[in-house]
């Protein structure tokens, strides 16, 4: 079964930091492109982040661009997200995919591959 467990969000005052974990389980994870969306209360679901299979490449959305990094341990099968600088309209529900892989290397984005979807992990940034 495919599992997909998104943690380490919080509340946090603008200009601080969070990292989220998302560990997953029942697939072969060093096999998946990795990424990170996110969906603030009232908007649709929007692109954060991805990550290559070996963790070499990453590409972000410019609304995060050098604030946030992706990164990946596929011994742990865990991807991670430092969050810096954070600003209130970070505040939304993040959550982690498996992403296809032509998808990725066409449009350096993140499509759901896998039919499974974490909890997600709420970030809130007070201003």
């Known amino acids: 079964q495919v599992q997909l467990v998104e943690s380490g969000g919080g509340l946090v005052q603008a200009g601080g930091s969070l990292r989220l974990s998302c560990a997953a389980s029942?697939?072969?994870?060093?096999?998946?492109?990795m990424g990170w969306d996110r969906q603030a209360p009232g908007k649709e679901r929007e692109f954060v982040a991805v990550?290559?299979?070996?963790?070499?490449?990453?590409y972000y959305a410019e609304s995060v661009e050098g604030r946030f990094t992706v990164s990946r341990d596929n011994a742990k099968n865990t991807v991670y997200l430092q969050m810096n600088s954070l600003k209130p309209e970070d505040t939304a529900a993040y959550y982690c995919?498996?992403?296809?892989?032509?998808?990725?290397?066409?449009?350096?984005?993140?499509?759901?591959?896998?039919?499974?979807w974490g909890q997600g992990t709420l970030v809130t940034v007070s201003s």
């Open positions: 995919a498996a992403c296809d892989a032509y998808y990725y290397t066409i449009r350096k984005r993140c499509q759901r591959a896998l039919d499974a």
């Open positions: 029942g697939f072969t994870f060093s096999n998946y492109v």
């Open positions: 990550i290559n299979w070996s963790g070499g490449s990453t």
